[in-house]
């Protein structure tokens, strides 16, 4: 046994209201650079849904992720090691940039600009952040939400073909008739990542102290196979310096004991993290099992009960300190996951064992129980509307149990539960025994259940123990030191230092953006930044 | 004139050659890259990239074949002098063609492609410009001149001065009676190989052979790691305003 700590993260999607702060703090602090105008390290979909990249899960389109080959062995999907090389040349597994979307950026000049008097308005355009041309807005991070387009390619969603035919009928497009939920999406920090399996080079690396996976900027070539090789299409290429980039986990947010930037800025305060105790050596065989819809249980199996008198001994020994251990004792994403096994991991059947898990949505359901005439206190009456949702638990059970429908009716049983049975406590002070029979748990369970995800106290959300490096103090001291910037600064946490061929990370006075490129954007008269284009004209 | 040419330039250009990695390599692990622009345009790519690597791979076997292997060896081995003609020939021309082939497309989608042509740099314009101008040189001396040609037998001169390099015994005077597009095309070959650590054709040297025998997952531990209490961010970050204070 090899054990190891694993930074994780739970979504409770009941909670996310698709607001996209996560999003915009995440750009605003990793990805506000040129050459990841289209990246979004945190982005969140609305599904049903095809997503962002277009269609990201249909690994027969992208072959990502990985599979077992004829003889049962692990193999990554888009093929082995000479294949690999042998598609260096091109990739035909990349998606481009018209499957993420072209970005673009407006001429706000042309408002500010405007003279006092005119008779008609002054409209901006959207030009692209790519070519400088005007171009229409066709797709992005989040095109569907609000129901964008759902209705025409909403039943494009991967998961719907995978979906039984009947089930897949029960989901419908149309206004009023419709329902839709919110997905944040970051990158999984997986325990067998594939995009770490597929660079050539050696660049991608899991860190064995906190199971962060990172690009290493200095040795990353651009062979671009990680981008392919991600199911999650979370490994970004940035166009302007040719390297792959993907979300960091903050981890210099996380190494000083701080959530990730997503989380801290979580407005329906529903993101966990926490650290989750594994045996790595269990890992290949957890993703290896012949059965998809045994993965979840193998995954479970691969994480360690920090309470096992056991496995504290055994992280003792291999030398992980005290603190991580009391970190691992109460951390919110160890309950979630293992304890009330509410917590279900995103497209399990790709075998990458993601690190990013999910509390599945249950907001329809006892307006459900309310619409069919039902007793929403009643244990059967809620258990038998979960099975009749406007969203089939079949389609969630696409997303978060390779299909297997009971798993995530017996999640969304419990949160149903949880909340009858807080209902009637605190309404009628009487404690619904059927209910917590149904779901096997306890009342003082249910009750520190509803605790971590109704109250969601900012330390009980997250529990992270700093980092044991004498960095830690360092990389405080330097991000304390900036005073305008804290992560992206140039020489910050992560970050290359700047040299002359490197795109910088903020703009500066007289800045061109990268040498040999024109810069979209240059410093007015006024000091203030502004297009080089001419929104008449198109290119100036 | 002849020393100038055919002995100071080669080694001037290995020199920057050797030392222009070296500095790369020490100075710009950061731009040591592909420069990747598949993301941007991958019609043309699809199709030119490989023409274009492959047809690569097989002049510059030809290259060594031709340059480095002595005549006598392949005359040892009992290649008669027509096999190993016919052979370079069309060995040549095939792997020259796709070259060119390769090469075109990748050029053309520079130009049709606002999306790349806005991230070409200088430095690619520049190492675009020297690889046409490589691959014509070595074209019309290849189908101009021994495929529809007279013919030329390097071997006997171009080959054993490129090795005399290497050997350092050079010797000029074997060059001085080449047709002119082979002059030009072993001056340009060296001058390419002067340019080659300054673009983005270092990413040739990482080819990543070793991805074949490494294990799939990589884990790395994080520099440093001494394991003592880190005081808190609060702390550290008084205890730091005032240098930046006083750097102000």
Known sequence: MRIRAQVAMVMNLDKCIGCHTCSVTCKQTWTNREGTEYVWFNNVETKPGIGYPKHYEDQDRWHGGWKLDGKGRLTLRSGGRIKRLTRLFANPDLPSIDDYYEPATFDKDILVNAPAGLTDTPVKRPHSALTGEPMAVQWGPNWEDGLGGTHEIGAQDPNLARMPAEAAAKVRFEFEKTFMFHLPRICEHCLNPACVSACPSGAMYKREEDGIVLVDQDRCRGWRMCVSACPYKKVYVNHATGKAEKCTFCFPRIEAGQPTICSETCVGRLRYLGIVLYDEDAVLAAASVPDERDLLDAQRAVFLDPADPAVQEAAREAGMPEDWLRAALTSPVWRLISEYKIALPLHPEYRTLPMVWYVPPLSPVLDAVGAAGRDDTDADDVFHTIRELRIPVEYLAELFSAGDADVVAGVLMKLAAMRSYMRARTLDGTVAGELLDGIGMTAEQVEAMYRLLAIAKYDERYVIPVAHSKDAAALEAQAAAQPDCSLDCAGGPGMHETAATVTRFHLVDGDEVHPGRAGLSARRSDGRLGLTVNPVRGAS | ?248
Not at chain 2, 146 to 172: C, H, K, M, Q, S
Request: charged share 15%.
């Open chain 2, 1 to 248: 004139m002849n020393t100038l040419v055919w002995i100071v330039l080669p080694y001037l250009c290995l020199a920057v050659f050797a030392a222009g990695h070296v500095w790369r390599w020490r100075r710009d692990q950061f731009g040591w890259t592909t420069h990747t622009s598949q993301l941007l345009e991958n019609r043309l790519l699809r199709l030119g990239s490989p023409l274009f690597h492959l047809g690569a791979f097989g002049v510059i076997g030809g290259h060594a074949m031709g340059l480095l292997v002595p005549s006598w060896v392949t005359e040892a081995a009992g290649i008669s002098e027509h096999l190993y003609h016919v052979t370079a020939v069309w060995g040549g021309t095939i792997t020259g063609v796709a070259l060119v082939t390769g090469l075109a497309l990748l050029i053309a989608r520079r130009f049709v492609s606002g999306r790349v042509r806005r991230v070409t740099t200088t430095m690619d314009k520049v190492l675009y410009a020297a690889l046409a101008a490589m691959v014509t040189l070595g074209m019309v001396s290849t189908v101009g001149v021994n495929l529809l040609g007279d013919g030329y037998d390097y071997r006997e001169t171009i080959a054993v001065w490129f090795r005399g390099i290497f050997w350092l015994r050079p010797e000029p005077e074997l060059m001085s009676g080449a047709p002119l597009v082979y002059q030009l095309h072993a001056l340009g070959g060296f001058l390419f190989l002067a340019l080659w650590p300054f673009t983005r054709l270092v990413h040739v040297w990482s080819a990543p052979l070793a991805y074949l025998w490494r294990p799939y997952v990589v884990y790395r531990r994080r520099r440093g790691g001494v394991p003592t209490p880190p005081p808190v961010p609060a702390e550290v970050r008084d205890r730091a305003l005032p240098a930046v204070s006083g750097r102000r």
